[in-house]
């Protein structure tokens, strides 16, 4: 019976880890995907007509350990370019650019670009993505201008199963060591142990 609940709980809550879809700008979304280092996608929804550029600049809160990488994906026509240099007197702050080799028009949203970086904490609480400004580029050569934003992306603590499985049976034999001592026999009895071991594992995913 002891063994049953941490096989239940590792069925239903998968790895520890938070996604988001805060915006990071007017029209542009994040996807993050954290395991081992971390990735923000950048999504278009509302476009001004049809759009042959699109750059903004990030700058990422927690220090990174190695210069970010930046690809291009989802909506991007194939042989686009994409840039991402470092921002002159400005620590781990970057201008990102992608130059779409056919103009877009991003019907319904979809992901055109990620960029990957890895920070120099092993498991940062929250790195924070602040996008301070944007543009769109429409094929006139015109710029419009869209608001930044900022995202916080909570990393990946627990992906392999194994680790993830002693995780939730050592909280188990935790609540049930817990039940056995005589000063907490008292409350345990109003609050059986079963429900502990349901909400803490719940509230760590």
Do not use: C
Not at 51 to 56: D, I, K, N, R
Not at 114 to 127: C, F, H, S
Not at 135 to 146: A, K, L, Q
Request: hydrophobic fraction near 45%.
């Amino acid at each position: 019976m002891l063994m049953f609940w941490p096989v239940l709980f590792l069925a239903m809550a998968g790895p520890l880890r938070a996604e988001t879809n805060e915006p990071l700008l007017q029209g542009i979304r994040s996807h993050v995907a954290v395991k081992g280092s971390s990735t923000v996608g950048f999504t278009i929804r509302d476009l001004p007509g049809e759009v042959t550029s699109l750059e903004w600049r990030v700058r990422f809160t927690t220090p990174l350990a190695s210069t970010p990488s930046i690809r291009p994906s989802g909506v991007t026509p194939v042989n686009s370019l994409v840039f991402l240099e470092p921002v002159e007197g400005q620590a781990d702050t970057y201008d990102a650019r992608v130059e779409f080799s056919s103009p877009i028009t991003a019907t319904p949203p979809a992901e055109f670009a990620r960029i990957t970086y890895n920070v120099e904490a092993r498991l940062p609480d929250r790195a924070r993505v602040i996008v301070t400004h944007g543009n769109t580029i429409d094929v006139e050569g015109t710029r419009h201008g869209v608001q930044g934003e900022s995202s916080s992306l909570s990393v990946v603590m627990v992906t392999n199963t194994t680790t993830l499985f002693t995780l939730f049976a050592g909280v188990v034999g935790f609540v049930y060591w817990l039940s056995t001592l005589n000063f907490t026999q008292r409350f345990f009895r109003f609050f059986p142990p079963l429900i502990w071991m349901y909400f803490i594992p719940m509230t760590m995913t």
